[in-house]
């Protein structure tokens, strides 16, 4: 059921015009689609639960890590429950419901999925309740909708890439010891990108809407969540930002659903391009940076 639905995703770009009168929902799609959150709801939790939360619960804690890796692990929040919003909402326009009613019901989704990880956190004795976690869960739902209340369409898009470092092998205990271990747990070679095209703020201008400009942040040298553990390793953090080109691949027009899905996807990473970066190193050119 959720496979259908997801290869559905393209099936439609947008919202028909309001009607006089209602559609009527397809509530079997709708209760399906609600199954199927359920389920991959629940399945996620077990599986932290046993993987992630090896340690036996404690009682529940409040431990902010708002002064680790540099805030970067903020963005993955923000990053993560803005994207679960963005495609939930668009499972839910397909069963016929109101336009307001799918983009709530997307951000509320990813506000939920994110919840209950902080709650697991808080119980864990390595790890504790992060209000400023539940700050960036926020944020991302709130991105998501309030562009729709802004603007009433999506103009800046999150978006994220990864490279791997050789700071993994330092400590692949905390920055992962394999390829998947890494791309989730080594900040260093994670960079987390905003886009727009200038042609979605000047709508009469002559600029592809496809091609955006993108602000990307990014951090070196941490080889532990803390500044000051990773000085007495003998690294020196530092932060980097980035401005660098992106595709919109949603402004891509195709007749083939299976092609707007794609786009839809793919729209959530950030791709390949040129790149200034300018950090406590000063100015630099990078030629290909992802």
Known sequence: ??????????????????????????????????????????????????????????RFSVADDAHEWKQLDKLGHLYTAYQISLLTAELYKLTGISKKQAIFYGALSGFFFMTPIEILDGFAPDYGFSPSDMVANVLGPTLFMGQYALWDEIRIHPKFSFHHTPLAAERPELLGSSWSERWLKDYNGQTYWFSASPRSFAPGSKWPGWLCFSLGYGIHDMVAAEV????????????????????????IKSRRKFVRTLGLLLNTLKVPAPALEVSKHGLRFRPLYF
């Open 1 to 58: 059921m959720g496979g259908i639905l997801l290869a559905q995703v393209g099936k439609a770009t947008s919202w028909p015009a309001d009607s006089t009168e209602p559609t009527r929902p397809n509530y079997r799609q709708l209760h399906g689609l609600f199954a199927v959150q359920t389920v991959l709801y629940t399945g996620t939790l077990y599986g932290l639960s046993k993987s992630w939360y090896k340690n036996p619960a404690t």
């Open 228 to 251: 000051g553990k990773s000085t007495e390793l003998g690294f020196v953090p530092y932060r980097q930002y980035y401005l660098s080109l992106d595709v919109d691949f949603t402004k």
